[in-house]
């Protein structure tokens, strides 16, 4: 009922940036929570950033100042912009959407903590 793509990953050369983009479709009415986690090789996946409906925003210590997180409510889509990237944020990206109220038929339904496949970043020289 619900689906998350992201884009825009890739391999970038350390002090570089890169955009990465996460789209929800479906008959969605609204998304509480959108935000970014990510797993390196052989650690847990960890949050990156998050962002509300209304705006709080959260980020992991690692990449306060570098990253920036933001939404577009009307096209259901959130956005991770990386700056200054180092070789230590090279994992997969995973966007996820919490708390999400969409139609099923005629009816609204809430659903939880829905998942994007990933997309690879990797940074290196």
């Known amino acids: 009922q619900v689906q998350l793509v992201e884009s825009g990953g890739g391999l970038v050369q350390p002090g570089g940036s890169l955009r990465l983009s996460c789209a929800a479709s479906?008959?969605?009415?609204?998304?509480?929570?959108m935000g970014w986690y990510r797993q390196a090789p052989g650690k847990q996946r960890e949050l990156v950033a998050r962002i509300t409906s209304g705006g709080t925003i959260n980020y992991a210590d690692s990449v306060k100042g570098r990253f920036t997180i933001s939404r577009d409510n009307a096209k259901n889509t959130v956005y991770l912009q990386m700056n200054s990237l180092k070789p230590e944020d090279t994992a997969v990206y995973y966007c996820?959407?919490?708390?999400?109220?969409?139609?099923?038929?005629?009816?609204?339904?809430?659903?939880?903590?829905?998942w994007g496949q990933g997309t690879h970043v990797t940074v290196s020289s």
């Open positions: 479906g008959s969605i009415i609204s998304i509480n929570v």
């Open positions: 996820n959407a919490d708390e999400v109220v969409y139609y099923s038929g005629s009816s609204p339904f809430r659903g939880y903590d829905y």
